[in-house]
């Protein structure tokens, strides 16, 4: 097992920096598991981490952190199946390529492909389309050495667990037949423990291994334009109903947006203003086109709301930052949708959803912009991105998840004396509406 000496630890944006008692890269699960029991005998805590892209203190400790970068690559795959088992430390940009190798593709990413795969999953780390769940809702099964350090198989791994409904992956990506399913959802997970690992910010056990819903790969043709606000306001549902993935940018200090859509190089462009000027067009293999390089680094606020108010809140957005922040707003607002799941902490859970993100210059101060906007998306009763920006606890978060008490069960059942929690994770989780202790097994 390697382990680095003690030193800070910086998340990717260098807004959550922390020094670890010890930071640790087991070789193996056996390795994670003693790391993980001999925490739990001697009163310690053991945070996981991914690629340290998450904005929020979630990974922090003062403890033991592990990566999970020893475990990377992919293991096994089943084509007929629709089925692959990766290590849980692997990057989606390395699972792109190796899942290409073998001929299969994720269906979705977010806009970069530095994450984790366990990471990702971890918070719910979406991309654009209204025919995709986030890509926790690709989780099919997997490994994980629980907070009592026993090794556990859940979902498709674990024979004895009840077979899961057929996955939105069944459904071919990126034809016309999808555009008229989308919206329908990312289907019902039958397996509780799958629903709450979905989203579980590493606090039910650490993922050693994860198995994930995957296509034939396929190519994807990249076309971005810029157009007015008001243009993109009026058609961005249309927008995300004829193509296949669709979000919009926009400049507050332009006023415009950049739309990008990505479909099936054959797809014909649908709707498009005459004036649109395209700034890029780019085609080839789906885990190449659908991420992004992000030109500077920057600190991120995210809310999800019900599709239906998605472009209210996006109009009051805008009112706002013209009014308020325009000269000192130091980059753009990204706005995408994503389809309905049923995972228990997915703040996709139970509608269709609008996500509007808030991107700060990361070495600019974001106090004042993201604590005066954060009360307007809180007045729609957005749900924040985990990772992300925000300043919410479990009191005011728990009445927005109906399966939050069942997960708060679960959580405590793998991790009963909470050698996963860290403080930050205490004031999210372990406070209900009631101000009371969230666990209730
Ligand atoms: C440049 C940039 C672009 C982004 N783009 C998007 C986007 O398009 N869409 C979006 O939704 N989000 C986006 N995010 C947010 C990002 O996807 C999430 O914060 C994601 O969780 C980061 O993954 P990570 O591998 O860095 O995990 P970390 O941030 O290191 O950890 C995230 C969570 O996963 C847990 N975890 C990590 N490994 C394991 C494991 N093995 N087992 C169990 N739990 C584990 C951690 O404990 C933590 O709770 C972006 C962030 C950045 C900085």
Known sequence: MDEAAAQEYRTWSGSVQFTPGRHLEPADEGALARIIGRAREHGHTVRPRGSGHSSTPLIASDDVLV???????????????????????????????????????MENFGDVSYQTLAGAIGTGTHGTGLQFGNLS?????????????????FGTDDDASPATAPPPGSRPVGGDDDIARAGAGAGRTEDALLRALGVSLGTIGVMTAVTIRVTPEYDLRRLEWSAG????????????????????YWYPRRDEVKVRTLNLPEHTASVMPANAHVVAEQTGPSHEIIPTVPPLRFDEMEYLFPLEVGMDVFQAVRERIKSHHRQHVAWRVLVRTIAADDLMLSNATGHDSMSIALLHNAELPEDPYFADMEPLLLDYGGRPHWGKKHSRTGAHLAPMYPQWQHFQQIRHRHDPEGVLMNDYLRSLLEQDQDGANGDQS
Not at 229 to 248: C, G, K, P, V
Request: avoid cysteine; charge should be negative; glycine fraction near 14%.
């Open 137 to 153: 809702t690709l989780l099919a099964g997997g490994r994980m050495v629980t907070g009592t350090g026993e090794v556990l198989d």
């Open 67 to 105: 990566s999970l970068d020893g475990l990377s690559g992919l293991i096994d795959h089943d084509t007929e199946a629709g089925l692959a088992r990766l290590g849980a430390g692997t990057t989606l940009d390395q699972a792109g390529a190796e899942l290409a190798q073998a001929g299969l593709a």
């Open 229 to 248: 606000a008001e243009w993109a306001i009026d058609h961005f549902l249309e927008l995300s109903l004829t193509n296949r993935n669709a979000d919009i």
